[in-house]
């Protein structure tokens, strides 16, 4: 049996880790840590678990456990996720891991000098779809190109530190996640070279009066040959979430989490949904979004001693990524 703690029960948490934590099986929460004690009891009564806290250091040295899910904002993660690492626990955090690249690195560093897991919750790696698409490309070549987008209408973005104002940008809090996946559907392959522009858009009808950076493109070429984009358009007209992944005759356009439709030898197109490939109830989201499948994972990997796939070993690569699209690396 496995012994995890919780620190952190916002919406984040109580929407997608506490339900897919609690259908694990061989995984028992022990204690859970909130300063909103709101929060605190909400949880703990829901799911049963005996310990509460509102010091994340009083439940570290009084509780037995495995590994932590430190679920919070990036800006206030370090301190809670470092002295859990440096307790010799296991870690699952949000993405982004950190409010930038620096934090991430001392996270990094704290996880292998205890020898442990610190694994971000990039669960697009683990979409139905994106496995899928991952997996009819390796049956022929290399990945050829592949595509990223995650686009919304958010033109009034503050300025962030990068632009000499305060707080993070929206590459780094939000389109990390399709940086990730970029990377993850070229083969995880060494990035060579990148051209990206940073653009800040507005209108008369749709102005950006904070003057911070809302439009990201770049073009990113992997050791593999394979060439990757990213389009992250925060002045775009809402939220659309989409990839491509192609390989030799073979192309693969995602709706992510949804849908699947796959181009082979110059047949006509096929379409799977999500819920299809996983062999699961449409309405079961968890299961084929991959949301389940990242809490699954990192268990696995901490009973059987391998590195998650999302760890900060592979996910550092991620980070410096995304501060070469934001041009600062």
């Not at 698409?133 to 990945?143: F, N």
């Not at 990390?176 to 209108?203: K, N």
Request: hydrophobic share 35%; net charge negative.
């Amino acid at each position: 049996m496995l012994n995890v703690g919780f620190i952190g029960a916002g919406g984040r948490g109580q929407g997608a880790h506490y339900p897919s934590v609690h259908r694990l099986e061989g995984v028992n929460v022990q204690a859970v840590c909130e300063l909103d004690e709101g929060k605190l009891k909400q949880v703990a009564e829901k799911y049963n678990i005996p310990r509460t806290f509102t010091d994340h250091r009083e439940m570290l040295e009084t509780v037995d456990l495995d590994a932590v899910y430190c679920i919070m904002h990036e800006n206030w993660l370090l301190q809670p996720a470092l002295d859990c690492l440096n307790a010799g626990k296991h870690v699952m955090t949000e993405k982004p891991p950190g409010k930038n690249s620096g934090e991430t690195k001392q996270l990094l560093e704290a996880a292998i000098a205890n020898d442990v897991y610190c694994m971000t919750a990039f669960q697009r790696r683990f979409a139905a779809v994106t496995q899928e698409a991952v997996r009819l490309a390796a049956e022929r070549s290399d990945p050829t190109v592949v595509v990223g987008t995650f686009n919304k209408c958010m033109v009034d973005y503050p300025k962030s530190s990068v632009e000499g104002g305060e707080g993070q940008t929206t590459l780094w809090d939000d389109v990390c996640h399709v940086v990730d996946l970029v990377r993850f559907m070229a083969g995880l392959s060494d990035v060579v070279e990148v051209t990206a522009y940073q653009d800040a858009h507005s209108s008369e009808r749709t102005p950006n009066h904070q003057g911070g950076r809302n439009c990201y493109t770049g073009i990113i070429r992997f050791a593999n040959n394979c060439v990757g984009t990213v389009f992250g358009n925060r002045s775009s007209g809402g939220r659309v979430l989409r990839s491509e992944l192609h390989a030799v005759g073979l192309g693969c356009y995602m709706q992510i989490p949804g849908q699947i439709e796959i181009c082979e030898d110059n047949q006509s197109m096929r379409t799977l949904q999500g819920h299809e490939i996983t062999g699961t109830d449409a309405g079961d989201q968890p299961v084929y979004e991959g949301i389940l499948s990242v809490h699954q994972h990192f268990v696995d990997c901490i009973n059987n001693g391998e590195v998650p796939s999302s760890d900060l070993r592979d996910v550092i690569k991620t980070v410096k990524l995304v501060d070469q699209l934001e041009g600062i690396a």
